[in-house]
């Protein structure tokens, strides 16, 4: 591992792991996990990454997810625009990278590459990403938190320090009445880097209704990868599909990359 089990980013740590090169040595694939999610419930998708792409894989767990240090309070509606990327790719030294984000992490790798001009993010692989809220995945949302107390929480309790908090903290945004509209589309307009989007057609949280909404408004190039069958964790329950994608797409990038340098051949 080249990067230290705690990132101190800003006043906080932050529990982390890496796998494969170190950033000095080949770009890194940085992993922003889902709404519930922590560096442990990537299971074995990063080492299987790394060994994939020949790229480092950085994953850290979110304030208030895993061994990471508290949240500081409630969690605001627009969240996913303040988690502190570009901190992040600091602390661990990040010199290029693509961001590689699950679910909610999507989101925000989604909404920092639109906002912050960051030249070490040089693609994005959303899975399972949300732009819009949809009344099919509010339902599941809502499904989700009926259950935490019949079987999830003692599931999640094995990888999070404060489970209580962390799912209060999740649950109190995405079933807050205000959040109905929430609606990050924009964020698209602005990306110049290329994007692999995969998505479960039998994803209960979002529909393709969210990559349609990635091709309709993206500028740069977009490969689109729709797994029949699958849910929400296309990285859990197709892993060799998933990896080959991103494995593809990290290829696909480093060829036109040293095109873009070398372009006489």
Not at 16 to 34: D, F, I, K, R
Not at 226 to 237: D, Q
Request: charged share 20%.
């Amino acid at each position: 591992m080249w990067a230290p089990e705690r990132l101190q980013v800003a006043n906080a740590a932050l529990e982390a792991a890496s796998w494969g090169p170190a950033p000095g040595e080949a770009p890194t694939l940085v992993l922003l996990h889902e709404g519930l999610g922590s560096v442990a419930q990537w299971k074995g998708f990063p080492e299987r990454l790394a060994a994939a792409t020949g790229w480092g894989v950085l994953a850290y767990s979110r304030l208030g997810h895993g061994q990471s240090d508290a949240a500081p309070g409630p969690r605001a509606l627009d969240f996913h625009s303040t988690e502190p990327v570009g901190a992040v790719l600091d602390a661990a030294g990040v010199k290029g990278c693509v961001l590689l984000g699950h679910s909610d992490g999507a989101t925000m790798a989604a909404v920092y590459a639109g906002s912050v001009s960051d030249m070490r993010v040089r693609g994005l692989a959303l899975i399972a990403p949300h732009f819009f809220t949809e009344a099919s995945g509010l339902a599941a949302i809502r499904k989700t938190v009926e259950e935490f107390d019949t079987g999830l929480r003692d599931r999640l309790g094995k990888h999070h320090d404060d489970v209580d908090g962390m799912f209060r903290a999740w649950a109190d945004v995405w079933t807050h009445p205000d959040f109905e509209g929430w609606d990050v589309s924009d964020a698209i307009d602005h990306w110049r880097i290329p994007c692999l989007a995969i998505q479960g057609e039998a994803d209960p949280y979002g529909t393709m209704a969210q990559i349609d909404e990635i091709e309709g408004r993206i500028y740069s190039p977009i490969e689109r990868v729709t797994l029949p069958g699958i849910g929400h964790a296309p990285h859990i329950e197709a892993p060799d599909q998933t990896v080959a994608a991103v494995a593809a797409f990290c290829a696909t990038l480093g060829a036109l990359e040293q095109a873009e340098v070398n372009p006489a051949g």
